[in-house]
Nanobody, 126 residues
Framework: QVQLRESGGGLVRAGDSLRLSCAAS????????MGWFRQAPGKEREFVAG????????YYVDFVKGRFTVSRDNVKNTMHLQMNSLKPEDTAVYYC???????????????????WGQGTQVTVSS
């Protein structure tokens, strides 16, 4: 299996930036499509951003387009989410996820991913 661990969350003010990281170990990282999800209290887990196995394709939910950037480093086995212009609505636990894929496809559904990290808390004050 693949083990995933998120880091980089914290408490910031609206308009600030954070850079989340997801470190992977186990199977070859480059064989996996990756995604970022978030879950606020009382709400369902929702898709934020995704990236295919090679990093050639990315996809973002409308709410974060132009503010967030997802990237990956297949040598260091890491994925990142650069979050700029943060809003209070971005407050949630952020999770990274992985699924086996060698296609250009970017996956946006939670059921499409088989591996998850433990999550990292992002809190944005008004």
């Amino acid at each position: 299996q693949v083990q995933l661990r998120e880091s980089g969350g914290g408490l910031v003010r609206a308009g600030d930036s954070l850079r989340l990281s997801c470190a992977a170990s186990g199977r070859r990282f480059s064989n996996y499509a990756m995604g970022w999800f978030r879950q606020a209290p009382g709400k369902e887990r929702e898709f934020v951003a995704g990236i295919n196995w090679s990093g050639s394709s990315t996809y973002y939910v409308d709410f974060v387009k132009g503010r967030f950037t997802v990237s990956r480093d297949n040598v260091k086995n890491t994925m990142h989410l650069q979050m700029n212009s943060l809003k209070p609505e971005d407050t949630a636990v952020y999770y990274c996820a992985a699924r086996e894929s060698l296609e250009r496809t970017v996956y946006s559904g939670p059921i499409e991913y088989g591996y998850w990290g433990q999550g990292t808390q992002v809190t944005v004050s008004s």
